[in-house]
């Protein structure tokens, strides 16, 4: 996997420091929504924990971590962007989309009508794992992801999804 590009706030001291002035304050959180989407983009992961000292929140050059009401600012910022949701109810452990699960289950839906998923059945596995998703945006996406959007698709009546045996699938239309 190559480097992670920060970006040049997270080498200023003050960004792991919520401002007090509104209008800068805001401005951070931005940052850091893009910060945090790129970065679990790249690692293309999920789950986040906002009591671990990753190094999204910890610069070990500048000795500087964001404290943990920081984090949770930068959570519910991400929040209410659509990019990011609680998973429990402490709201320490949190789901982040690099794109809102709108954007998810369009890719998705697009991408099962270019390949000719229509009136077929495909587990959620294949969705995000299998030989047809290879080189999609969302290949190896978290499973939980892919559901969650899978269930937009279904209440805008695009999809159905299916329980059989041990397996979810849906059936795209």
């Known amino acids: 996997m190559a480097d992670f590009d920060w970006p040049w706030e997270y080498n200023f001291p003050p960004f792991f420091t919520l401002q007090p002035n509104n209008e800068t304050r805001t401005r951070q959180l931005t940052v850091w929504n893009n910060l945090t989407r790129n970065y679990y983009k790249h690692r293309n992961q999920s789950s986040l924990d906002i009591n671990e000292d990753s190094p999204l929140f910890c610069n070990n050059a500048l000795k500087r971590r964001l404290p943990t009401e920081g984090r949770l600012a930068v959570m519910e910022h991400l929040q209410g962007t659509g990019h ?90």
């Open 84 to 173: 990011a949701a609680p998973l429990d109810k402490r709201r320490t452990n949190w789901q982040v989309y690099w794109h809102t699960l709108d954007e998810w289950a369009k890719i998705i839906y697009d991408w099962s009508q270019r390949t000719g998923q229509t009136n077929s059945v495909c587990t959620i596995y294949e969705i995000s794992n299998g030989d047809n998703s290879v080189g999609e945006e969302f290949h190896e996406l978290d499973q939980d992801v892919v559901l969650k959007a899978l269930k937009l698709l279904e209440e805008q009546g695009k999809c159905e999804l299916m329980l059989f045996d041990d397996s979810q699938g849906v059936k795209f239309f």
